[in-house]
């Protein structure tokens, strides 16, 4: 058993490390099987001597990044816990030279933190977009590599929606403004929510959009749920909206029968989302630029647009193309990443039937997509058995990547 004592400059550098509600520290000892203990502003770990190790170095990483004012949120924390632990934590530097502030007089200082990882083997960079209080308010994967963040940096809103803001949202602060198409869209944080809101072209009002998981749902909207016909489908995403005439919430479902809109007012009554409708939640969400609307129209001709959002730090746009919804996502330079849509199993390839009933013959399909990307074309399905998930990547040829 070894102990190592850190001595930290201060009570709010200790409380900092800590975290709220002590989250940072158990993350550290359950990444690196030690104790910590502080008393005052004196820190000790105890465990074996090499996770003893690794947890000072991640300690040490974390307070490189309290000197250079990054935030501590979750993502930081746990990727300075990951480079301690590889023995990487050198790279924690690399995290604070990528670090910028993005400052407008009288608007919402932003902090960008530039964060690298590899996924499938491919080399991506994720831009984090914190507050000054820590919440992590947008995320962008791979943006140019000379960005200087100039466009995020929103302008001031005009009298119209500055006077909706202050009266509607009085504390809010303002992350961002963007205008086009002579719509005015705003995001805005609402203590540590993020709302988005969009207004036409003379200020007017037009919806407020917050995301939220399924457990945050009120009782009456799960229970019109479990009372429908999509009881048995998967819940991927949840938006609420809030118009002058209604306030609702458009839930996204997955089942291997296709995939489904539906909204269910504050009230449970539950409907299906039209696939035409300008309305918040059908085609009105999100500003599209130039470069995106030009590969949507020569990629996928004849296409409706049928809205955008941020998703997992790409621009999510949905069409309507060749009979079914599709989603287009780019990175946060604007170029394509990949496609996909919803098919269901008789939709599916022999070959593709065949090498999962041959390797995973006890499993059952729960889901199934089709993935466009600028390498290859593949189907993405999901398979259950029991409490055990399985996600296979499959060539229309059988292959299993």
Same mark, same amino acid.
């Given at each position: 058993?070894?102990?190592?004592?850190?001595? #930290?400059?201060?009570?709010?550098?200790?409380?900092?490390?800590? +975290?709220?509600?002590?989250?940072?520290?158990?993350?550290?000892?359950?990444?690196?099987?030690?104790?910590?203990?502080?008393?005052?502003?004196?820190?000790?770990?105890?465990?074996?001597?090499?996770?003893?190790?690794?947890?000072?170095?991640?300690?040490?990483?974390?307070?490189?990044?309290?000197?250079?004012?990054?935030?501590?949120?979750?993502?930081?924390?746990?990727?300075?816990?990951?480079?301690?632990?590889?023995?990487?934590?050198?790279?924690?530097?690399?995290?604070?030279?990528? &670090?910028?502030?993005?400052?407008?007089?009288?608007?919402?200082?932003?902090?960008?933190?530039?964060?690298?990882?590899?996924?499938?083997?491919?080399?991506?960079?994720?831009?984090?977009?914190?507050?000054?209080?820590?919440?992590?308010?947008?995320?962008?994967?791979?943006?140019?590599?000379?960005?200087?963040?100039?466009?995020? %940096?929103?302008?001031?809103?005009?009298?119209? /929606?500055?006077? &909706?803001?202050?009266?509607? !949202?009085?504390?809010?602060?303002?992350?961002?403004?963007?205008?086009?198409?002579?719509?005015?869209?705003?995001?805005?944080?609402?203590?540590?929510?993020?709302?988005?809101?969009?207004?036409?072209?003379?200020?007017?009002?037009?919806?407020?959009?917050?995301?939220?998981?399924?457990?945050?749902?009120?009782? /009456?909207?799960?229970?019109?749920?479990?009372?429908?016909?999509?009881?048995?489908?998967?819940?991927?995403?949840?938006?609420?909206?809030?118009?002058?005439?209604?306030?609702?919430?458009?839930?996204?479902?997955?089942?291997?029968? +296709?995939?489904?809109?539906?909204?269910?007012?504050?009230?449970?009554? #539950?409907?299906?989302?039209?696939?035409?409708?300008?309305?918040?939640?059908?085609?009105?969400? +999100?500003?599209?630029?130039?470069? %995106?609307?030009?590969?949507?129209?020569?990629?996928?001709?004849?296409?409706? %647009?049928?809205?955008?959002?941020?998703?997992?730090?790409?621009?999510? /746009?949905?069409? !309507?193309?060749?009979?079914?919804?599709?989603?287009?996502? !780019?990175?946060?330079?604007?170029?394509? /990443?990949?496609?996909?849509?919803?098919?269901?199993?008789?939709?599916?390839?022999?070959?593709?039937?065949?090498?999962?009933?041959?390797?995973?013959?006890?499993?059952?399909?729960?889901?199934?997509?089709?993935?466009?990307?600028?390498?290859?074309?593949?189907?993405?399905?999901?398979?259950?058995?029991?409490?055990?998930?399985?996600?296979?990547?499959?060539?229309?040829?059988?292959?299993?990547?």
């Amino acid at each position: 058993m070894a102990e190592k004592s850190i001595e #930290l400059d201060s009570v709010e550098i200790a409380a900092a490390i800590f +975290g709220n509600c002590d989250r940072n520290i158990r993350l550290l000892e359950k990444e690196f099987s030690v104790t910590a203990v502080c008393r005052g502003t004196m820190l000790r770990l105890s465990g074996e001597e090499a996770n003893v190790a690794a947890a000072v170095r991640a300690v040490e990483g974390m307070l490189l990044l309290i000197e250079n004012h990054t935030p501590l949120e979750d993502q930081t924390v746990r990727y300075c816990l990951s480079l301690a632990h590889d023995g990487k934590e050198q790279r924690v530097r690399e995290l604070t030279e990528d &670090f910028v502030t993005v400052t407008v007089k009288g608007l919402e200082d932003v902090y960008v933190i530039e964060v690298k990882n590899t996924v499938d083997g491919v080399a991506t960079e994720i831009d984090l977009y914190y507050s000054k209080d820590g919440v992590l308010v947008k995320k962008l994967v791979d943006m140019d590599e000379d960005y200087d963040y100039s466009d995020y %940096i929103p302008v001031a809103p005009a009298a119209g /929606v500055d006077a &909706f803001l202050k009266a509607n !949202f009085p504390n809010a602060r303002i992350l961002d403004i963007d205008r086009e198409d002579n719509m005015t869209e705003v995001e805005i944080l609402d203590g540590k929510v993020v709302r988005e809101l969009l207004f036409d072209g003379t200020g007017n009002w037009l919806f407020t959009k917050t995301e939220m998981s399924y457990a945050a749902l009120p009782a /009456v909207v799960k229970q019109a749920l479990d009372a429908s016909e999509y009881a048995g489908y998967r819940v991927d995403d949840v938006d609420h909206y809030v118009t002058s005439a209604e306030e609702y919430y458009r839930l996204e479902l997955e089942s291997v029968m +296709g995939d489904v809109k539906v909204k269910i007012t504050a009230t449970g009554e #539950l409907s299906p989302m039209e696939q035409n409708p300008a309305g918040p939640g059908n085609n009105a969400g +999100g500003i599209l630029t130039d470069k %995106i609307k030009e590969f949507i129209t020569q990629k996928y001709a004849g296409a409706r %647009i049928i809205e955008s959002d941020m998703e997992k730090g790409m621009t999510e /746009v949905e069409i !309507f193309h060749e009979g079914r919804e599709k989603d287009v996502y !780019f990175n946060g330079a604007q170029d394509w /990443v990949r496609t996909e849509w919803g098919v269901r199993v008789n939709e599916l390839p022999a070959a593709v039937l065949d090498v999962i009933r041959k390797t995973y013959a006890d499993y059952r399909i729960d889901d199934a997509d089709y993935v466009e990307t600028r390498t290859e074309s593949y189907y993405l399905v999901e398979l259950e058995r029991g409490e055990n998930e399985v996600d296979l990547r499959i060539l229309p040829n059988g292959t299993i990547l």
